[in-house]
């Protein structure tokens, strides 16, 4: 018996969909939305059309789970250690740098495409603007979580708000060069400006 | 003799070459970029395929045409009457809102296109990105110049920078669904964020 044919029938399909997945990602962010169809994902994944077609049967579903893979890596990357902050502004800083941080690499790339391409497709707008809005309330509390511990500062919402629509547009100035010195100056600046307003209270 | 005959040779050429632009500024902002070919922008800009090869001869040449005028057309929005701003805080609001403005609309969903595209294009990252640095820094003085028009403040600079990448990251929000009343509510925080740090220097 091989050990592929020992791994239980659940677990296999469970792998072969990340697989899937993961390579849905690793093409949306390198090759653009054009490549990302359910036959050239499977040939990246090593997975047969087969196999993929009965995970993910349109073109639709396959992006729609992609995205929501990319929401659910990112939630998790921005939730890491939230209780491990340090005191004082430097807390502040790391907030404001791990809330940038979801906005720049292949996962903001790949959703990038999702958008683009929802801009001009009303159905695709359809099936993503909910997974956006959970993403974006997952976000939110998990920044204001960071930059306010107690929830005691009435403009911490909406200075939160400001802090991701930020990093969103500074994830995509990332996009097309290596903007990550310039980067971290705006992130600093932003950080003082947050340190002050919180204190101004 | 018609009208159309009566015009002078260039300026119908410049008519059409305006018209072509404006069309495929209109398909990549509501179609998208598959969309966006040299036949189809013909089409639509009623152009014979002729006449549109003749100005453009590639799919290129008419995207970064369009891409130019998209962005000579959100700097001119964005310089208009500096001299008429209100005084006081009030002039660095409006300096936010214009800031903001050049990132929200059809001009800037086009360029989202291209942008998306050319992430995943290396030849159209390059012939891009000098557009992009020419718009950046155009932007980016007309804002310093809205908000620190003496010159003498040593944060304003960053400042604009920051300002730039918040409104980039709100017109992405604005690309899928109406976020009116959200961005209002931002650049009003962001505004009361500058009155207070350049009047902490």
Same mark, same amino acid.
Do not use: C
């Given at each position: 018996?091989?050990?592929?044919?020992?791994?239980?029938?659940?677990?296999?399909?469970? #792998?072969?969909?990340?697989?899937?997945?993961?390579?849905?990602?690793?093409?949306?962010?390198?090759?653009?939305?054009?490549?990302?169809?359910?036959?050239?994902?499977?040939?990246?994944?090593?997975?047969?059309?087969?196999?993929?077609?009965?995970?993910?049967?349109?073109?639709?579903?396959?992006?729609?789970?992609?995205?929501?893979?990319?929401?659910?890596?990112?939630?998790?990357?921005?939730?890491?250690?939230?209780?491990?902050?340090?005191?004082?502004?430097?807390?502040?800083?790391?907030?404001?740098?791990?809330?940038?941080? #979801?906005?720049?690499?292949?996962?903001?790339?790949?959703?990038?495409?999702?958008?683009?391409?929802?801009?001009?497709?009303?159905?695709?707008?359809?099936?993503?603007?909910?997974?956006?809005?959970?993403?974006?309330?997952?976000?939110?509390?998990?920044?204001?979580?960071?930059?306010?511990?107690?929830?005691?500062?009435?403009?911490?919402?909406?200075?939160?708000?400001?802090?991701?629509?930020?990093?969103?547009?500074?994830?995509?100035?990332?996009?097309?060069?290596?903007?990550?010195?310039?980067?971290?100056?705006?992130?600093?600046?932003?950080?003082?400006?947050?340190?002050?307003?919180?204190?101004?209270?």
């Amino acid at each position: 018996m091989t050990a592929s044919a020992r791994e239980p029938q659940q677990d296999r399909s469970r #792998i072969t969909r990340e697989r899937l997945l993961a390579s849905a990602v690793d093409i949306l962010a390198d090759q653009g939305w054009a490549a990302a169809t359910v036959a050239h994902v499977a040939e990246e994944a090593g997975v047969s059309r087969g196999a993929a077609q009965h995970h993910f049967p349109t073109r639709e579903a396959l992006i729609t789970a992609a995205l929501e893979q990319m929401f659910t890596d990112l939630t998790a990357l921005a939730a890491e250690d939230l209780d491990d902050l340090p005191p004082g502004p430097e807390r502040i800083r790391v907030v404001v740098e791990r809330a940038v941080d #979801i906005y720049v690499g292949p996962n903001f790339r790949a959703a990038l495409q999702v958008w683009a391409a929802a801009a001009s497709d009303e159905a695709l707008r359809e099936r993503i603007l909910p997974l956006e809005a959970k993403f974006a309330r997952a976000a939110h509390a998990m920044t204001l979580a960071g930059l306010d511990p107690e929830g005691t500062d009435p403009n911490a919402h909406r200075l939160v708000q400001a802090t991701l629509d930020l990093a969103r547009g500074l994830g995509l100035a990332g996009t097309l060069s290596d903007d990550s010195r310039r980067r971290a100056q705006v992130v600093g600046t932003w950080a003082d400006q947050l340190t002050a307003a919180l204190r101004r209270d």
